[in-house]
């Protein structure tokens, strides 16, 4: 093998890939109190904020009875909400979709985030 294909795989398999922590639903459930003023995760009813029952996996924006801003449905055209994804939005709604009706600045601690997902990846788990 030539010393330079041998560099380029080094280089390709010490490329870091986001890695999400398995986060735990019992803290994000007591981290989600700061999201329940607008949503509810434990029961398909829209708030002032569309319900997150089952939005892990889910297509953004895709709720039919909730009036999603212009600027979501656009954004979310063939999106869904995986990890990564919800992860970029949590951490920052405005700057990700410019124009959101979400009011909230965003998480702002790593851990708070990846607990959040967790207990949104099954609410029933976080001890509600």
């Known amino acids: 093998m030539k010393p330079s294909t041998l560099l380029m795989i080094l280089a390709v398999s010490a490329t870091p890939l986001p890695a999400f922590a398995a986060g735990d639903p019992v803290a994000g459930a007591k981290a989600f109190k700061a999201c329940q003023a607008c949503h509810i995760a434990t029961e398909a009813k829209n708030k002032v904020g569309p319900t997150l029952q089952g939005v892990v ?4 924006a895709s709720i039919a009875d909730y009036k999603y801003s212009k600027a979501m449905t656009d954004f979310g055209a063939g999106k869904v909400w995986d990890e990564a994804l919800l992860s970029e939005y949590l951490k920052a709604p405005k700057a990700v979709v410019k124009g959101t009706k ?11 985030l990846a607990n959040i997902i967790a207990y949104l990846k099954d609410p029933a788990a976080g001890g509600q």
């Open 102 to 112: 979400m009011a909230y600045a965003g998480v702002k601690k790593d851990d708070d």
């Open 57 to 60: 996996g889910r297509p953004v």
